[in-house]
């Protein structure tokens, strides 16, 4: 196959069809959305078979049990996806909303449109319910969609674009509004993150490498976050039974997410009362502990920290600990080694909370409050596409208004500029 002429009729195609999603109403999307919903749960069986074929060719391939768990389609996430289908049905719609209308001296009245982005190419790995998650998000927000799911999941994502397709043609959209990539060769990823003409952003949910080989190779711009290094800090002015509570919960309610806290720093101020109580609630749940000089002074089990340590996204129940001077320190430390997307302090004092919302650089900075909530649904825009620590047009979880823009629009009557 000429996979670079594959890839431009894919991206043609896209092109025409986001012409008319987005100016299809609040109501058809919708629609296509519920029918995809019904088309899954009428195409169960089929996509039962087609799962298996590639769980079986992932264990003849070596995948570990890990990625094996995230490829299987039970019939719980089958649930799932129609859930989520119906969910996203019931958001509010984004688009054509018009804010900020004010009149200038002139007398035309100035305001901002929401709009949808036009084509979003979606490179992902492994589960195959993001491609219902993804396709229904752009599907809502007015945009054409083309979806490069894992190698691995080939056949349970083309079952997927079947129930997708049908779902369009039920209500009159064009069936190119989502298109699933039918090659596995990774050719198709580099034809894709380079057709600035025919893609106007690219989202990569996957792996480091994966991220990093997108952000170094597009032609098109990228949302993204590469690391998830998330900070706890315990202030002296903390309640030290809300500290315990959600440094705890911030480590331990999942070791492998993004939001999960990889580093926790402790005010020299109350180190020594506060910090053993903190290594006994971590040992309880296994958690190995990696210390700086200070913290072993205090609790001389811990394993030396090393400088990589600071820069580590373990996923994994091994954590980082450093005591520091106050909240300067914590400061200083979060701004050198975050990865800019989740930091929490922990303080009963808010002047020192306003500081540090403010001067702390992340997508998300939390006051007395787990690193486990920087989640889209968890911020009420009900999914996301993914989280980005990027600083221009979406910046933290990235729901429908993420996969949106705006433009200026002006009325007038008859206004002409002297």
Not at 142 to 156: F, K, P, V
Not at 272 to 280: E, F, S, V, Y
Not at 386 to 408: F, N
Request: net charge negative; aromatic share 4%.
């Amino acid at each position: 196959m000429d996979i670079a002429a594959y890839m431009a009729d894919v991206g043609r195609q896209a092109r025409q069809a986001a012409t008319a999603i987005a100016r299809s109403s609040t109501a058809t999307r919708n629609q296509a959305l519920l029918a995809t919903a019904a088309a899954l749960d009428s195409a169960r069986d089929a996509l039962a078979e087609a799962n298996r074929k590639d769980l079986d060719n992932g264990r003849r391939n070596g995948l570990e049990p890990a990625m094996l768990d995230r490829l299987e389609l039970t019939p719980e996430r089958i649930d799932g996806m129609i859930e989520g289908l119906r969910q996203v049905a019931g958001l509010p719609d984004p688009i054509g909303a018009i804010t900020d209308m004010t009149y200038r001296p002139s007398g035309i009245q100035v305001g901002k449109m929401r709009v949808p982005l036009g084509v979003i190419g979606i490179i992902y790995e492994s589960r195959p319910n993001v491609t219902v998650e993804a396709a229904s998000l752009c599907l809502k927000s007015g945009n054409a969609t083309i979806l490069r799911g894992g190698s691995e999941a080939i056949h349970s994502n083309q079952a997927i674009a079947e129930c997708l397709n049908a779902g369009l043609r039920e209500v009159g959209l064009p069936e190119a509004s989502v298109q699933v990539i039918r090659i596995t060769d990774r050719a198709a990823v580099g034809e894709m993150i380079t057709m600035p003409e025919y893609v106007d952003v690219i989202v990569p949910r996957g792996g480091k490498g994966l991220i990093e080989r997108i952000s170094r190779d597009a032609r098109v711009p990228v949302i993204k976050h590469l690391d998830g290094v998330c900070h706890v800090y315990v202030d002296a002015h903390a309640d030290p039974e809300k500290a315990l509570k959600v440094a705890v919960n911030a480590k331990t309610q999942r070791y492998g997410t993004c939001n999960t806290m990889e580093t926790l720093l402790v005010d020299e101020e109350i180190a020594d009362d506060i910090l053993p109580l903190l290594a006994g609630a971590f040992r309880e749940h296994e958690v190995e502990l990696r210390g700086c000089d200070a913290s072993r002074g205090i609790v001389p089990d811990m394993v030396a920290a090393t400088e990589q340590d600071w820069h580590e996204e373990y996923l994994a129940p091994v954590l980082a600990v450093r005591v520091v001077a106050g909240l300067d320190g914590a400061i200083e430390h979060i701004n050198r080694y975050s990865s800019r997307h989740t930091d929490s302090i922990i303080t009963e004092n808010y002047t020192r909370a306003r500081r540090f919302i403010t001067e702390v650089d992340s997508s998300s900075v939390m006051v007395n409050a787990s690193t486990r909530f920087a989640d889209g649904f968890e911020y009420g825009l009900g999914a996301e596409i993914g989280i980005s620590t990027d600083k221009i047009h979406a910046r933290g979880p990235v729901g429908l208004e993420g996969l949106t823009s705006q433009k200026y629009v002006v009325f007038g009557d008859g206004h002409t500029r002297g």
